[in-house]
């Protein structure tokens, strides 16, 4: 229990003379009370900023002490990689609820494996066309990546030429439409237990290992600063290890056709 002369809360400036706490209360002025739907996560950073806040009162001797903050224990969840059925199954419904431009997105986020920031942030006199350059895609500057690293993103020529027609036409749906929308469209489809937007990322990560494409070049392309990262992305699909199962089989069929025939004699047991 602490005695506080002044504390900050809600971008509030609350002063009392010896009040005693015994835990730290949100006002309902607060985001973190006011949305009970925030991620847990989510309540966690905003609780860092008080605990932030809080030591610095206390730096400056504005109170005695600091409360212990209600931080929400989080369980850390697998993200699925979207498979390709359902990214077709995805799209497909989109199209068929007059999202068209929504179900591209999905498309190009599979394939390049952006970040959905990434993607709203570009512009179209970024794209290269195949008039323009031989190899078609476009480069991130590092103000629109999350690690702050330019890179550059190859695309199909085809595709290139439509995502930039629909930046320069104003069609693309903002960051709330395109989680939104996504969001209702498997809540529609059912039986897709898992399935995120950020899946998406999991998935080209994931495709381009069954491909066998070294973990370096899917790290290179997917833009992020540490290979273990890339390591936790790379998740073989159930086709990729029968494939690879089958090879092992095969080879221990062989193993066995040349072996030689062993006769095992019985164990006499001693008396």
């Not at 498979?83 to 419904?93: G, L």
């Not at 494939?243 to 006769?263: N, P, Y």
Request: hydrophobic residues 40%; contains cysteine; proline residues 6%.
């Amino acid at each position: 229990m602490l005695a506080c002369r002044q504390s900050y809360c809600g971008g509030r400036l609350y002063q009392s003379a010896g009040c005693r706490l015994d835990s730290i209360a949100v006002p309902p002025a607060c985001p973190v009370a006011a949305r009970q739907v925030r991620a847990e996560p989510a309540i966690n950073r905003y609780l860092s900023v008080v605990g932030v806040i809080l030591g610095y009162g206390h730096r400056l001797d504005m109170i005695e002490g600091r409360p212990k903050l209600p931080y929400v224990h989080v369980v850390e969840t697998e993200r699925a990689a979207v498979t390709p059925a359902q990214e077709t199954r995805i799209v497909r419904y989109l199209e068929e609820h007059g999202r068209p431009e929504v179900a591209f997105c999905v498309r190009v986020l599979a394939a390049t494996g952006m970040r959905r920031g990434e993607l709203l942030a570009l512009r179209a006199d970024q794209i290269e066309t195949p008039e323009q350059i031989e190899h078609t895609g476009w480069k991130l500057t590092k103000e629109q990546t999350k690690t702050n690293a330019a890179r550059w993103v190859p695309f199909p020529p085809a595709s290139t030429r439509k995502l930039r027609a629909l930046i320069a036409s104003g069609g693309m749906p903002n960051a709330a439409q395109l989680s939104d929308t996504f969001r209702r469209a498997v809540k529609a489809l059912g039986e897709m237990d898992g399935v995120t937007l950020h899946g998406l990322r999991h998935a080209t990560a994931s495709r381009l290992g069954d491909a066998g494409v070294d973990a370096l070049i899917i790290s290179k392309l997917l833009g992020h600063s540490s290979g273990l990262m890339t390591e936790r992305y790379v998740k073989p699909s159930e086709e990729y290890l029968f494939q690879v199962a089958q090879k092992v089989h095969k080879g221990l069929g062989e193993i066995a056709k040349s072996a030689e025939v062993m006769t095992f004699q019985p164990i006499e047991k001693s008396a």
